[in-house]
DNA sequence: ATATTATTCGAACAATCGTTCGATAATATA
DNA sequence: TATATTATCGAACGATTGTTCGAATAATAT
């Protein structure tokens, strides 16, 4: 009953989101049943309708925790660093870093946009705008300070997601470089590209340990 | 009853196609049923498995139909060009070229990539593995050429297709830049960003008339 | 005009789906 | 122990799905 304990009900719920949300990246959404989800988490079929109200919300259960998490992060690591630059490098490496630590869920997330209407879908989509938002306000910011010219600041942007959230279809974290490198690439290709080749202090461009970037382990992984 | 002209049938296959990619483009694979697109088509639910065996063999004729187009023009364009960045800005024009001009098959051909399985996915796929393992040797060969280092190539070679392929989420040719714009951002984006500001030679960056690139208008769209 | 082929369709099938509901079990509260 | 609350379940419902099949129609050739 401590705070940091939580309850048996909220416990399950993770659970059941956890496990759903590997079958939604496994199969798709809409190839997953109910019933699947009572066989993968040995429950009943009706059981599972205690957490949640409908198929929907569950997929938008799992959306909504998995991008207040990302935002959460994301927010919490900005704080206090200014230069635009650094706060790119930094967005990139948690948006990375929760991705490869939480690839069913962000998969999910971007694979099944679409699957969720009306209401749901809307919430989930407005803290992705603010999201987007932050991304292209930073670039023009420093599309401006680099006298970047002629690059589109919404291509830039969508490129810059592109890049990022495609990688699960790809990605293997076991064959394929890690985390750390990941991020260090993609940083590379898309900033030296964005600002063309001019020059960046090495001191900005570099990769910082990753010692003040909590490895984010979100609360369904316990 | 000349070369030209496809035959009746011919003709009706592909509006059936095209049809269906874009309700397949709109709501997803799995949320259309075939009723819909009978709807769509004027035709009946049964009249429809005259132009197909099955739902996923429809998925299929479109993605291959697709595909292979985007595989043809592209060798056909790259043909006798032997300068790999040259090669490559020609591949990347053909893609994006093709993917806003078609955006419902494209979208459908990245989206619904696991819609399909069994021998289907296994035909579609071995294209696509000719396609990232072109673009992948193509990144090679410009990496050793100018001496990229600490750049890995998949990372590399899939970042690409995450900005290209990631369009069909954002992309508005109503608002957004047009292709030859939208061609040459990316391009300028990724090369740039892959060569770490190193010095190319401008005639091989810059955006070339694209009067040597046709249009590419599929079939499917007459 | 007749025979042949190509195309379309209505009606029905079995299977699967998400969801509901009343009953039951488990746990906490008194 | 008696009671209230929380959690789970089996069984069934109506709706929708992809697909089939034999007949009907249209188009074409003889």
């Not at 603010?130 to 006298?147: C, F, K, P, S, T």
Request: net charge positive; hydrophobic share 40%.
């Amino acid at each position: 009953m401590t705070v940091e304990t939580a309850s048996k009900y909220d416990q399950k719920l993770v659970y059941v989101l956890k496990t759903s949300a590997a079958i939604f990246a496994e199969k798709g959404y809409h190839s997953t049943s109910i019933r699947d989800i009572a066989r993968a988490t040995n429950m009943s079929l009706s059981g599972l309708y205690y957490y949640f109200g409908s198929k929907e919300e569950l997929l938008f259960l799992i959306q909504d925790y998995c991008f207040s998490t990302v935002l959460g992060d994301c927010r919490r690591l900005l704080a206090g660093v200014d230069d635009p630059v650094r706060r790119l490098k930094l967005l990139i490496e948690n948006h990375l870093n929760y991705f490869v630590n939480n690839m069913n869920e962000m998969k999910v997330l971007s694979h099944e946009a679409n699957s969720i209407k009306g209401d749901l879908f809307k919430k989930v989509n407005s803290k992705k705008r603010q999201y987007v938002d932050l991304v292209m306000e930073l670039l023009d910011e420093i599309a401006r300070a680099h006298n970047v010219e002629s690059i589109d600041l919404r291509v830039a942007t969508f490129s810059l997601f592109g890049m990022m959230n495609w990688i699960y279809n790809w990605y293997n974290p076991r064959k394929d470089v890690d985390v750390a490198g990941l991020s260090q690439n993609i940083t590379r290709i898309f900033l030296t590209g964005l600002l063309g080749g001019k020059a960046v202090k090495p001191d900005k461009l570099e990769t910082g340990r990753e010692s003040h970037l909590d490895r984010t382990v979100s609360v369904w992984q316990q």
